[in-house]
Nanobody
Framework: QVQLVESGGGLVQAGGSLRLSCAASGRTFSNYRMGWFRQAPGKEREFVATITGSGARTYYADSVKGRFTISRDNAKNAVYLQMNSLKPEDTAVYFC????????????WGQGTQVTVSS
């Protein structure tokens, strides 16, 4: 069981940067694979990035690879998404999610934080 709260969303100009944070509850944070997803109006929720429990491995959607960086600090029960070179198409509600390491499905989700990139 884990509770997630995102923060750091806002309005930014194209080409700018933004850093999202996700604060997690629980004493077993390192047991969870963490992910970032996003959903734009009228679109399905899409995968953005994920990081393993130890932080040893990361994976990114092709659309954000090279621009976004996911990281975690298990001592702080936190996950971050550094977003650089933002584009208008990055505009969406961004969600933090957690999954038990051995499972594929993400069982826990934050409330989401809005990211708007202006042209």
């Amino acid at each position: 069981q884990v509770q997630l709260v995102e923060s750091g969303g806002g309005l930014v100009q194209a080409g700018g940067s933004l850093r999202l944070s996700c604060a997690a509850s629980g004493r077993t944070f390192s047991n969870y694979r963490m992910g970032w997803f996003r959903q734009a109006p009228g679109k399905e929720r899409e995968f953005v990035a994920t990081i393993t429990g130890s932080g040893a491995r990361t994976y990114y959607a092709d659309s954000v690879k090279g621009r976004f960086t996911i990281s975690r600090d298990n001592a702080k029960n936190a996950v971050y998404l550094q977003m650089n070179s933002l584009k208008p198409e990055d505009t969406a509600v961004y969600f933090c999610a957690a999954a038990e390491t051995v499972k594929v499905k993400y069982d826990y989700w934050g409330q989401g934080t809005q990211v708007t990139v202006s042209s």
